[in-house]
């Protein structure tokens, strides 16, 4: 079974400037859950997605966006990047709701 | 509200030695589920362990266990016989019944030097 995919590994932003991620789940996962990792603030929980629905929502300002497609893979999109933007993000998948989360490699976002 | 606090930030120990994690977590639901992964240098973390709160049964599996405890809102990890490979970032982590989301500690550096 493939695991967790998230394209692109690694991206390189100025200020200003938008970015969409993408995620695509384990097979047969229609839970997914995004996550922003830095240093200094650990993982930060970002939204949850099921069935298309967004259920849930961490604290972060409304330039941070996503979305779920009827295939359950999964994008977000980051508008007016900050330098504080700069970090690892971070897909999960799971099969359901309190299930174990399988994470993808993540994509390395660099503002500058 | 949901709170996972690993008030170890890094431990060091030597190849062979028994090494505890510690977790300690808050939530006012009677329902919920805590984990465990790991985050290897290579960055991905993987899934260790489940458990939901009804379950304070202790598990091990080969050289890890774990230890429920409701009364004191613990679930510690050890290490037994510790090897380089377990140099990882180890991380707890809180979900409630319908919160649709996981509350992740700040995690716990282990250095395991041969």
């Known amino acids: 079974k493939a695991g967790v995919t998230q394209t692109p590994r690694y991206l390189i932003k100025t200020r200003g400037q938008q970015v969409t991620l993408s995620c695509s789940p384990i097979s047969g996962h229609r839970s997914v859950s995004w996550y922003q990792q830095t240093p200094g603030q650990g993982l930060q929980f970002l939204f949850e997605y099921f069935s298309e629905t967004q259920r849930n929502k961490g604290n972060f300002p409304g330039r941070f966006s996503g979305r779920q497609f009827s295939n359950s893979r999964s994008e977000m999109n980051v508008s007016t990047l900050e330098l504080g933007d700069s970090a690892l993000y971070l897909c999960a998948s799971s099969f359901g709701e309190n299930s174990e989360q399988y994470f993808g490699p993540g994509t390395r976002l660099t503002v500058t | 509200a ?33 984990f465990w992964y790991k985050q290897p240098p290579s960055g991905e973390l993987v899934f260790l362990i489940r458990r ?3 379950d304070e ?18 679930f510690n990890f050890t290490i037994t016989a510790s090897q ?28 395991v030097k041969a």
Do not use: P
Not at chain 2, 10 to 30: A, H, P, W
Not at chain 2, 59 to 65: A, D, K, M, N
């Open chain 2, 2 to 34: 949901q709170k996972v606090t690993q008030a170890q930030t890094e431990i060091s120990v030597v190849e062979k030695e028994d090494v505890t994690l510690d977790c300690v977590y808050e939530t006012r639901d009677t329902t919920y589920y805590l």
């Open chain 2, 52 to 54: 939901n709160s009804f």
């Open chain 2, 57 to 74: 049964q202790n598990e091990i599996s080969g050289r890890y266990s774990w230890n429920f405890q409701k009364s004191t809102s613990s």
């Open chain 2, 84 to 111: 380089v490979v377990d140099s990882a970032v180890y991380f707890c982590a809180l979900s409630e019944r319908e919160g649709f989301k996981t509350i992740f500690g700040a995690g716990t550096r282990l250095f």
